[in-house]
């Protein structure tokens, strides 16, 4: 027996010799490798801009924060989501205001989206959950008839297209983020992408301590010598640091450093390729479970490409599963030394989000979102990696279905 994981980056040697590189060129931060990476990401995701970024979840934060949401305003997300994509909402002072998923693509409800919208909602945050973008180009037309900004949080869903276009490009503003779970990785890091010279010049700004634009991309003396550029500036380095310590606006350390940049120029490179070798997982994973009359697998409508992110399956049909076999199914996995996963538990179900909400600062509690619950108590995500083997696929396959009839004996 040896052990699957859940997931697992794909590290070669031309992402170790770059951040040998960058290590041994003296510049480990705001230099040429972080540029290059979020030209790499804006250019996946058609957009004229990137702004490289310390994590997603932070660039979902500066996303917010450069369209002006704040206190009073309310936001319209998905409850069936990593918690970051609703936290950003938080960060900056406004109401998280959750709407039911579409049973099928796992995303927000067009239609339920629409009927939630009020003179009060000042921004749409949108998940490609698990990758899918399905209705990213339905929630743009509402936000434009609304005339309210929509955040593509397409952290999962990296180089997929949608009806001929590329996640990320469909609203305002796009974030994706580079976790070593991630299609690619930077270690952490994240990236925001728009077509708005504005937006991503205040999102540069405030990555860097609220820098002027124009200096946030300037790099003093002291970072030219390797050193961090800030200890030049605090050690008095005076009129050669020139305006490194003016700040214009209240700003944040967000900045990507230039060795979790290396990593991801060398992975960008390789794009192609590990999209490539994760539809080949996925294709070995449909191949081998279709069918299997208790399980839904993911499901994308016709017009509509995965970026596969994970491999999330869901025990078939309410009331047939419930969670503690769910549970029993994931932890039996798990003494196999096979990494599962309960991808995700609803955000608006988190016992702070439940706490907020009787305060009235989150809109939406249990009994709220039947589907986004419903789904949430029977999905399992199973090892996905891009050097999965299929005798591995065969081994998970087989101990899921082991625990599975273990659960339907234990009913007796
Ligand atoms: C990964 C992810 C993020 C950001 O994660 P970080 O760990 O902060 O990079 C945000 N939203 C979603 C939906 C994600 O999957």
Same mark, same amino acid.
């Given at each position: ?207 860097? +301590?609220?820098?002027?634009? @124009?200096? =946030? *991309? #300037? ?5 030219? %010598? /390797?050193?961090? $550029?800030? !200890? ?117 179900? +988190?016992?702070?989000?439940? @706490?907020? =909400? *009787? #305060? ?5 509690? %249990? /009994?709220?979102? $039947?589907? !986004? ?40």
């Amino acid at each position: 027996m040896h052990e699957i994981p859940l997931s697992r980056p794909d590290i070669t040697n031309a992402e170790i010799d770059l951040v040998v590189q960058t290590m041994k060129s003296g510049r480990l931060a705001l230099g040429p490798m972080a540029e290059r990476f979020e030209q790499a990401v804006a250019a996946s995701a058609d957009r004229a801009h990137g702004v490289a970024v310390s994590s997603g979840t932070a660039g979902l934060h500066l996303a917010l924060l450069a369209l002006g949401i704040g206190p009073g305003d309310e936001v319209i997300t998905t409850p069936f989501s990593f918690v970051a994509s609703a936290n950003c909402i938080l960060y900056v002072g406004a109401k998280p205001v959750f709407v039911d998923v579409c049973p099928r693509t796992l995303n927000m409800d067009p239609e339920k989206l629409a009927a939630a919208i009020t003179p009060r909602t000042k921004a749409i945050v949108a998940v490609e959950t698990f990758g899918n973008p399905a209705y990213m180009d339905e929630y743009e037309a509402i936000a434009q008839r609304h005339e309210i900004p929509l955040v593509e949080d397409c952290c999962e869903a990296l180089g997929v297209s949608h009806r001929g276009r590329r996640a990320g490009s469909f609203g305002r503003i796009g974030v994706l983020a580079f976790y070593p779970n991630k299609q690619i990785t930077t270690g952490e890091g994240g990236c925001i992408v728009t077509d708005d010279r504005r937006l991503a010049n205040l999102c540069r700004s405030m990555r860097n +301590q609220g820098r002027a634009i @124009a200096d =946030a *991309r #300037e790099r003093p003396s002291a970072a030219e %010598a /390797g050193a961090a $550029p800030t !200890a030049g500036a605090i050690g008095g380095g005076g009129g050669s640091v020139g305006s490194w310590l003016s700040h214009e606006r209240l700003g944040y350390n967000f900045r990507m450093s230039e060795l979790n940049a290396a990593l991801g120029v060398a992975q960008m490179r390789r794009l192609d390729e590990i999209i490539r070798k994760r539809q080949h997982v996925a294709n070995m994973y449909f191949k081998r479970l279709s069918g299997h009359h208790d399980l839904i697998l993911p499901t994308l409508l016709p017009e509509t490409e995965m970026s596969w992110f994970v491999f999330v399956v869901r025990l078939g049909g309410p009331g047939a599963w419930t969670r503690d076999e769910r549970d029993r199914i994931i932890a039996g996995l798990r003494r196999h030394e096979i990494g599962a996963s309960d991808y995700f538990p609803c955000i608006h179900t +988190q016992p702070f989000y439940e @706490a907020l =909400a *009787r #305060e009235g600062q989150v809109r939406g509690r %249990a /009994g709220d979102f $039947p589907i !986004a619950e419903s789904v949430s108590t029977r999905t399992i995500a199973l090892p996905f990696f891009n050097d999965l083997t299929e005798r591995d696929v065969d081994i998970v396959c087989g101990t899921l279905e082991l625990m599975m009839s273990r659960e339907n004996l234990g009913r007796g």
